[in-house]
């Protein structure tokens, strides 16, 4: 139950949400205006009328809304927007890429041309630095305990997230250019195998959704990022001989692939 001017409007649904589009100034249904130290929010309800509210964004956030809602009313871009009422009103905006990282990319110091190969998997993360076909270090960080039975999901994300970030910290000290990451949207479905266990962590690990926080981390720290197709760089003939001239596991030469893949 929600009020509008001091009238009671139920909410039945758990959350509203509406598609952006530029030629409808940023977003048909709902609308938000930066003020000093909030944004005033408003909603389109199925009769046609407007609830509104408030909504308190971090300081940092305000320059990034105030722009957005400048070029909304210009019709240059349009924002996705949802609202949701699962404990507490909340509000969810879809900022435009480019925008965010104007906003909130930080200088990265030029490195020696070097490139950082990821390999993502459900219990850790690998990297291996190359330059011009020779290896400069590799890496594997852990977070072995997100796969057990009953781990809760929200942690273990929180964990593969902290773990992407000490690579991407770790790459900016040694002083790699460029950040490369296997295509999982060219990934169609799951793979599953015989092993239960195995199965439990394919269907809990969002691979997907780690490669986005990681892509755009990578931009907003100044790597350039590369996405390459994942044929071959786990079960071919090249990562067979990968694994046994060099001695590496599985998932170091799939992250050494990756890293070759420039």
Not at 237 to 244: A, D, G, I, T
């Amino acid at each position: 139950m929600v009020e509008n001017n001091g009238n009671k409007i139920e909410i039945k649904r758990r959350w509203i949400a509406c598609r952006g589009n530029k030629s409808d100034k940023g977003n048909r249904g709902i609308k938000f205006h930066v003020l000093e130290d909030h944004v005033l929010i408003k909603v389109k309800d199925p009769w046609g009328k407007w609830v509104y509210g408030k909504a308190y964004f971090g300081k940092e956030y305000l320059p990034l809304l105030h722009e957005l809602e400048e070029l909304s009313k210009r019709k240059v871009e349009g924002y996705g927007a949802i609202v949701s009422f699962k404990e507490k009103p909340m509000i969810h905006l879809q900022i435009p890429l480019w925008l965010y990282l104007k906003h909130f990319s930080s200088p990265k110091p030029k490195g020696y041309g070097s490139f950082a190969g990821f390999d993502l998997n459900s219990d850790r993360l690998n990297v291996v630095i190359n330059k011009e076909g020779k290896i400069i270090t590799k890496r594997t960080f852990w977070y072995s305990e997100v796969v057990s039975h009953g781990f809760p999901k929200g942690k273990a994300m929180a964990l593969r997230l902290n773990a992407l970030s000490q690579a991407l910290d770790f790459l900016l000290r040694v002083g790699v250019d460029y950040a490369v990451f296997e295509d999982l949207f060219l990934v169609k479905r799951r793979k599953f195998t015989r092993s239960m266990s195995g199965n439990r962590k394919v269907s809990r690990f969002a691979k997907k959704q780690l490669l986005i926080h990681g892509v755009i981390k990578a931009l907003r720290l100044g790597f350039n990022v590369v996405l390459v197709s994942p044929k071959g760089t786990t079960n071919s003939e090249e990562h067979e001989k990968v694994m046994k001239e060099k001695g590496f596991d599985r998932h170091i030469a799939s992250a050494y692939l990756i890293a070759l893949r420039d």
